[in-house]
T-cell receptor, first 111, second 117 residues
Framework: RKEVEQDPGPFNVPEGATVAFNCTYS??????FFWYRQDCRKEPKLLMS???SGNEDGRFTAQLNRASQYISLLIRDSKLSDSATYLC????????????FGAGTRLFVKA | DTGVSQDPRHKITKRGQNVTFRCDPI?????LYWYRQTLGQGPEFLTY????????KSRLLSDRFSAERPKGSFSTLEIQRTEQGDSAMYLC???????????????FGPGTRLTVT
């Protein structure tokens, strides 16, 4: 079993749709959680951190469920520019340096 | 540009040759990471530095791979006797020891794309 698992997609949605991605992790000692966005042939960029209480940044909402060991990302009112691969990231280890990326979920938003 | 920079951006080499990549982190970041990414996969952790100390090395990193960060600033990743399976994007990232709310955000460079023929 992979340490971090994501549905690879692709998710094809129309503009304005709401789309949700889930990610599961296997290490219950994991400490920090993030969503990164990666455009084709570009480097990953931090989208948002994921806090235990859940957090929102504009159209994006992230949730963490430690009991079930999953993380979610909700995108509301999808834009064409949201088309990208969304990477779930989990950190463990003393100081949180061991960083495990999921394989990513591809999103295509169409007009 | 005050972000993470990597050089070269592209490298094509013949099997058996040695290659070296450089990463310059964001200046105030004392943590530096190397990752490898292949098509359709997320970045895979290779190694990690805190200042000049290499604190962790993945089992993915064979003896042909070595990384250094001699003065705690820039880092180099060397691959000796390259193999076709080494073809990938090599990404460098840096971070502060602790970010907002105790998290450790990493900021990535543009990567070096290696092709071994």
């Amino acid at each position: 079993r992979k340490e971090v698992e994501q549905d690879p997609g692709p998710f094809n949605v129309p503009e304005g749709a709401t789309v949700a991605f889930n990610c599961t992790y296997s290490n219950s000692a994991s400490q920090s959680f993030f969503w990164y966005r990666q455009d084709c042939r570009k480097e990953p960029k931090l989208l948002m951190s994921v806090y235990s209480s859940g957090n929102e940044d504009g159209r994006f909402t992230a949730q963490l469920n430690r009991a079930s060991q999953y993380i979610s990302l909700l995108i509301r009112d999808s834009k064409l520019s949201d088309s990208a691969t969304y990477l779930c990231v989990v950190k463990t280890g003393t100081g949180g340096f061991k960083t495990i990326f999921g394989a990513g979920t591809r999103l295509f938003v169409k007009a | 540009d005050t972000g993470v920079s990597q050089d070269p951006r592209h490298k094509i080499t013949k099997r058996g040759q040695n290659v070296t990549f450089r990463c310059d982190p964001i200046s105030e970041h004392n943590r530096l990471y190397w990752y490898r990414q292949t098509l359709g996969q997320g970045p895979e952790f290779l190694t990690y530095f805190q200042n000049e100390a290499q604190l962790e090395k993945s089992r993915l990193l064979s003896d042909r791979f070595s990384a250094e960060r001699p003065k705690g600033s820039f880092s180099t990743l060397e691959i000796q006797r390259t193999e076709q399976g080494d073809s990938a994007m090599y990404l460098c990232a840096s971070s502060l020891p602790r970010g907002l709310a105790g998290t450790y955000e990493q900021y990535f460079g543009p990567g070096t794309r290696l092709t071994v023929t």
